[in-house]
Nanobody
Framework: QVQLVESGGGLVQAGGSLRLSCAASGRIYSINVMGWYRQAPGKQRELVAVTTSGGSTNYADSVKGRFTISRDNAKNTVYLHMNSLKPEDTAVYFC????????????????WGQGTQVTVSS
């Protein structure tokens, strides 16, 4: 009943920049937390950055100072602006949203996007 559509992935050279976006649609009353995770080949999925509707943010140590997460609450969209990209940033990036689908906060669950590939060349 909720879909997350990601865009912005692609190929970029080391030191370059890229912006990912993720728009949520469907049965949505409100969205508290939205964020980005990534998974490289042979590695576990890890948190990249998250943000709340109130503007709080949290980043993985590996991306602090290089990545910036932001959101547009009116559009139910979250962005990840990635600067100074490194080859080790290469991974499939997944959007995640904690969605409340009814008036009471009890009615909520987490949704995932399909993932978008980010490849950083040396």
């Amino acid at each position: 009943q909720v879909q997350l559509v990601e865009s912005g992935g692609g190929l970029v050279q080391a030191g370059g920049s890229l912006r990912l976006s993720c728009a949520a649609s469907g049965r949505i009353y409100s969205i508290n937390v939205m964020g980005w995770y990534r998974q490289a080949p042979g590695k576990q999925r890890e948190l990249v950055a998250v943000t709340t509707s109130g503007g709080s943010t949290n980043y993985a140590d590996s991306v602090k100072g290089r990545f910036t997460i932001s959101r547009d609450n009116a559009k139910n969209t979250v962005y990840l602006h990635m600067n100074s990209l490194k080859p080790e940033d290469t991974a499939v990036y997944f959007c995640n949203a904690d969605v409340q689908y009814y008036t009471d906060s009890y009615y909520r669950r987490s949704y995932w996007g399909q993932g978008t590939q980010v490849t950083v060349s040396s």
